[in-house]
């Protein structure tokens, strides 16, 4: 089948430089040559060539909004075009700011996709809720229709429009959750499985009742939103927000292999992995997970 690379070297959505850098650590840990070998039409698209604008607005309580905003829409427009072409997305972050962009550039192609988000966090802060201000923490509530009655006027979002209903989304690998999440979470019924319930129910009842949950005919498209975060820190520890008691490599894995078995991966975020973080040590590892990962989401199994 055929993939779409995109590299997306944001930044903006957090405070520490150096995720602009993750699609090239990609590249350069060999990730395109093994999609190769894995027997798929691998066209890599490159960066995008983000924008930079002075940012015009300093009272917002989201920080540079400008800059994600005016990535986003390009985001989008790259995303969408890819998947058009008949090809499976593959978007390399970057910060989890890009999701906003790659759900939404999804959406534009196939409005009925639903959304597997694995991250230790939610990241569905409205810019009220933040605490931080960070974008990397609020993709989700920008995107979400029942979520924009409490947004805040968001300057240079027009582009973006909300795509995403509540029940279409399926969190796995939660454990570091903000309350302002934690309430929309439950006021909206959006399916969880943390940490507690992959350790209660293990991994595979967790993917089997997430895929139900949101796409119970299996008959939808699928957007994976993978932020690296998700796994344990001692498999990804170059990334910004690192939480202990994360993800095995095997259950990332598995999640992978359960969303390429069902032939409706349609498009795919690897966010949040910083080279700059750690030592070079840290780099390589991080990015072996990321790239093992990305392999089991196109194909790879370990079964063979
Ligand atoms: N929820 C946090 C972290 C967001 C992480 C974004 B991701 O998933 O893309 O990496 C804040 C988390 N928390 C706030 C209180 C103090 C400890 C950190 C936020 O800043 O919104
Ligand atoms: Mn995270
Ligand atoms: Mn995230
Ligand atoms: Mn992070």
Redesign the pocket.
Known sequence: SKVGVIGVPIHM??PRPGTEHGPEAMREGGLISKLEGLGLDVEDQGDLFLEKHDEDIHDHPAKNVKNVGSASSQIADSVYNTIKSGRTCLALGG???MAIGSIYGHSLAEPDHVVIWV?????I?TPL??????M????LSFLVKEVQPYLPDIPHFDNIKPCLSAKNIAYIGLR???PG?RYIIEKLGIHSFSMTEVDKFGIKDCVEKALHAVDPEGNKPIHLSF?I?ALDPSLAPS???PVPGGLSIREGNYIAEELAATGRLTCVDL??VNPKLGNDRDNETTVRSAITIIQHCFGNRRQG
């Not at 991250?119 to 990241?123: G, I, P, Q, R, S």
């Not at 809720?129 to 960070?134: A, D, K, P, Q």
């Not at 990397?136 to 993709?139: E, L, N, T, Y």
């Open positions: 959505g957090q910060d989890h700011s991250d230790a966090h939610a990241d802060n809720t933040s605490s931080s201000g960070n990397h923490g609020m993709p570091d959750v903000d999440e932020d975060d990334t910004g927000t966010a949040e």
